[in-house]
């Protein structure tokens, strides 16, 4: 295990007593020479409540993988607390609570995906009939009972990740921690991956998982954190986090053939479709609600019909690049 | 959720390390190097069958000479160069990040490392042996116990080498490590020499260091009772005794620096 900078350090109780994940204050500090260094990770704070699948999205380079390693006690952080069940990240309780899935399946290719369960089962202390029983139940479902002497030098991309899953099953944590686990998979993987993932969060694990598609956010998962050059921009619900943001509402209505809506003054921004007239209306929530009512009087005014009212509600997109 | 764990902690730290050690042992065997080396030593022990030939004095003694040497060059070789990228490798292809995450200590990893090279000196050492001491009874050699404390003292060198280069490969790249063990093991078969010569040395104010320099590197010339074999030369088993010990002490001091160095290294 590595070196722990936070063993010394008293340590509060989680904010909650029921999250899989607390994190609180986090930097990290490379050093990229003797007098310099550089802050991949600034100040971070979020908390996971057990159960959730939590997405942490974020570009490129924004420090997902540092906190992640801290995470899975790969790094220890330069400042702050990190705990995954209450425990210590770094510390050998908190380890044998979390399963990892790495980025890249860096393997030892030469074992087939038995021997490959074989030697991480023995790594977690388990007994080999253990590891027998739960590798033959853990292949079946990542779909690889077929694969299972089979070499994991001849593996396609998917066929690492499922392995790499089972992996990380084995020892039945209440924590995952996926590291970008749809990265570089074709369409099939992707689906494949997300499948597992969604059977996994049925059994009541917590699931965090990195990663910079926000498709796979909005598909997968219950809260989200953004990330950006170190810093975390905002997490929680993802309902919460978008019915904060600002709205669009789509009018669809017809005029009387003598009228023309852009010439009444409240639907000038209107434009003409083939079946009638489209009104998109951009405001703060908090005025919304009021602009549409006043719209859809002037039309009923006008002796015009409302054919629909369309609420468009913000993306993960809207809210990442807004972050961003 | 109750987990199947081993009970007893030194139990199961001593399987994890056996974990690691297996499928470095594994690993190891498939190294292109390996076998280069073993095929390069096979042929070595076979060219003395006949070089014994040409000569006129003892036939069985010159095929000796060449095994013993062969087992000598091919182990050190191979302890400096896969010891050299034990952990290095590790590192670069990023293998060990699912290895750590598991809870495992740093220092099991290493020590795992450590000892899964060693069993392959040893299975390695052995075959080159074996084909040697067989030839070498094949041409009516008499096998005497030199032969069996020469292997023992051999594998001891091995193991000293092996530490060193694991010092190494837990900070620096394995081309380094490699650069850097290798001197070391021609100054530790030169150090009966670089200590004679020490008080020699001018300017007297570098002596100091290079003296300690010697005080802290192995000295390997206590390994190599080589001539000893040869000539049918008494080695006492205190000696054998003695200069196991002084490695198994020099392996236990490198491991522990290299478990230090790679406990605090940001992965």
């Not at chain 1, 705990?83 to 770094?90: A, F, K, R």
């Amino acid at each position: 295990m590595t070196r722990n900078p936070q063993a010394n350090q008293t340590v509060p109780p989680p904010s909650s007593s029921r999250a899989a994940i607390h994190v609180e204050g986090v930097e990290k500090r490379y050093r990229t020479s003797r007098l310099a260094s550089v802050l991949a990770l600034d100040n971070v704070s979020l908390t996971v409540p057990q159960g959730e699948i939590f997405g942490f999205l974020g570009p490129n380079g924004a420090g997902k993988t540092s906190l992640i390693k801290i995470l899975v006690g790969i790094q220890g952080a330069s400042k702050g607390v990190c705990q995954i069940m209450g425990e210590n990240c770094g510390t050998r309780e908190s380890k044998l609570r979390l399963g990892y899935l790495p980025e890249r399946p860096y393997y030892h290719e030469f074992l087939t995906a038995r021997e490959f369960l074989l030697f991480h089962g023995r790594l977690l202390g388990l007994s080999d009939s253990n590891i027998h029983a739960k590798s033959e139940k853990l292949l079946d479902r990542v779909g690889l009972k077929k694969a299972r002497d089979q070499k994991l030098r001849t593996f396609s991309k998917g066929m690492l990740q499922r392995v790499g899953f089972a992996q990380a099953l084995l020892h039945d944590p209440a924590v995952l921690i996926l590291d970008e686990p749809m990265s570089g998979l074709d369409p099939v993987g992707r689906r494949e991956v997300r499948d597992i993932i969604a059977d996994i969060a049925k059994t009541g694990k917590t699931i965090f998982f990195s990663t910079h598609i926000i498709h796979d956010v909005e598909v997968l998962c219950t809260t989200v954190g953004f990330i950006q050059h170190g810093k975390l921009k905002g997490s929680g619900n993802i309902d919460s986090l978008l019915g904060k943001t600002v709205k669009s509402v789509e009018i669809r209505f017809s005029m009387a053939a003598d009228r023309d809506a852009s010439k009444v003054n409240t639907l000038r921004n209107s434009r003409k479709t083939m079946d009638g007239w489209v009104l998109e209306l951009e405001s703060d929530v908090e005025k919304i609600e009021q602009q549409t009512a006043e719209i859809i009087s002037s039309i009923l005014d006008e002796k015009g019909r409302v054919k629909s009212i369309i609420p468009r509600k913000s993306t993960l997109e809207d809210l990442f690049f807004g972050e961003t | 959720m109750k987990q199947n764990y081993l009970r007893t902690p030194i139990k199961q730290s001593l399987r994890q390390v056996f974990a690691i050690s297996s499928v470095t042992f594994q690993e190891l065997l498939r190294e292109k190097i390996l076998w280069s080396a073993l095929l390069f030593a096979v042929l070595c022990v076979a060219l003395s069958l006949a070089a014994a030939q040409l000569s006129f004095a003892d036939q069985a003694r010159i095929a000796l000479d060449f095994g013993l040497t062969s087992v000598s060059i091919i182990g050190g070789l191979i302890s400096v160069i896969m010891g050299s990228s034990l952990i290095a490798k590790e590192v670069h292809h990023r293998t060990l990040y699912l290895v750590l995450t598991k809870a495992v200590w740093r220092w099991q990893f290493v020590v795992g490392k450590f000892l899964g090279l060693l069993a392959l000196l040893t299975l390695n050492s052995l075959i080159i042996s074996g084909i040697a001491i067989g030839i070498f009874l094949l041409l009516d050699g008499q096998f005497r116990m030199s032969i069996l404390q020469n292997y023992i003292l051999q594998m001891s060198e091995f193991a000293i080498l092996s530490a060193v280069a694991c010092v190494f490969s837990a900070f620096s790249t394995a081309t380094l490590s490699a650069i850097v063990t290798s001197g070391i093991w021609i100054i530790g078969h030169a150090m009966t020499d670089f200590q004679v010569l020490i008080p020699k040395i001018e300017p007297p104010l570098a002596r100091p260091f290079l003296d300690f320099t010697a005080r802290v590197l192995p000295d390997l010339t206590r390994f190599d009772i080589k001539a000893q074999v040869s000539h049918i030369l008494p080695v006492t088993w205190s000696y054998t005794g003695v200069s196991v010990l002084y490695a198994l002490s020099y392996v236990l001091f490198a491991l522990a620096i290299a478990c230090f160095v790679f406990t605090r290294r940001d992965l």
